[in-house]
């Protein structure tokens, strides 16, 4: 179960990478401004999500504590924030937006209760 939570956790990272990496004018004209936002609330809910399980899955008696998971939130959130600089400066089209942090960051929050909440309930 440790290696399946560490490909999950990889393919998390390497997917959002991939998701923020494309071109704007390869993406759907949002006219709603929520469902980027919700994208955003998703992919990073999801590695946080998939951060949680796969430290659940470590003997590491560390990674189960209240600062790491504290820790593991702080780098979530500092990935979305490096990844608006990414497409700001690399990614044709797409820019910095602040919303976007900010729903990367509601994601990486909700995705905590909602982990404890279903690991509660197995």
């Not at 923020?20 to 759907?28: A, K, M, Q, T, V």
């Not at 998703?42 to 209240?66: C, R, W």
């Amino acid at each position: 179960m440790k290696k399946i939570s560490s490909l999950w956790l990889i393919a998390e990272i390497i997917f959002i990478f991939y998701m923020l990496s494309l071109p704007g004018s390869n993406l759907p004209n949002v006219d709603y401004w929520g469902q980027d936002k919700i994208i955003h609330i998703i992919l990073f809910g999801s590695l946080m999500y998939a951060a949680l399980f796969h430290f659940d899955q470590m003997d590491n008696s560390f990674v189960k504590t209240t600062r790491a998971r504290a820790l593991t939130m702080i780098v979530c959130i500092l990935y979305g924030i490096g990844m608006e600089f990414y497409q700001k400066y690399f990614v044709p089209s797409r820019g910095f937006e602040v919303s976007d942090m900010l729903a990367d960051a509601a994601g990486v929050i909700i995705s905590l209760p909602l982990y404890q909440k279903i690991k509660l309930r197995k």
